[in-house]
């Protein structure tokens, strides 16, 4: 699971370089939050948001058995809704909430959880943002959410291995 955790903090950076975003640091604090709404998912057997105030949330259920970079993958999914997302007029859109979030300029951390589901080859992955990403007030989509810049940077762990122990 520690791999599925590596990926998606390093998915995250990959494509937030390619759109001129900061780099995130991962923070324990976020990743335990994560960590604990994933369990309760996994227990649960359903996606449902942990409404936690002052964080931005996205949640993916995984299958375990495919043969793909986990964590990868689910970044991937979620910057896929780029596609629906309008520069020209910035702003909340359907079918793009996971990916403003991603790309949210002023989010500086986060945090993963991982949790496989009892009996099933399955896992949640939740990743926690602080702070929060999607804030709808005027002019915080055309700050926040930049075009795309430059194409993706390779996978990095240095990174990780850098930003998980500051914080």
Request: hydrophobic content about 30%; proline content about 7%; charged content about 25%.
């Amino acid at each position: 699971m520690l791999d599925i955790k590596r990926e998606t903090f390093n998915a995250h950076n990959n494509y937030r370089t390619m759109h001129g975003c900061p780099p995130l640091m991962m923070s324990e604090e976020l990743s335990s939050i994560a960590q604990g709404w994933a369990e309760k998912l996994a227990e649960k057997g359903f996606l449902q948001y942990s409404e936690n105030p002052g964080l931005g949330e996205n949640i993916s259920l995984v299958d375990l058995d495919q043969p793909t970079k986990k964590g990868e993958q689910i970044v991937k999914e979620w910057y896929k809704e780029i596609n629906n997302y309008n520069y020209n007029k910035p702003g909340w859109k359907r079918g793009a909430y996971h990916v403003s979030q991603l790309l949210w300029k002023s989010t500086t951390e986060i945090g993963v959880g991982v949790a496989k589901i009892p009996g099933q080859n399955k896992a949640y992955v939740v990743v926690n943002y602080r702070p929060a990403g999607n804030n709808n007030m005027p002019g915080e989509f055309e700050r926040n959410v930049l075009p795309p810049q430059k194409k993706a940077v390779p996978d990095n762990n240095v990174n990780m291995r850098k930003n998980m122990n500051r914080r």
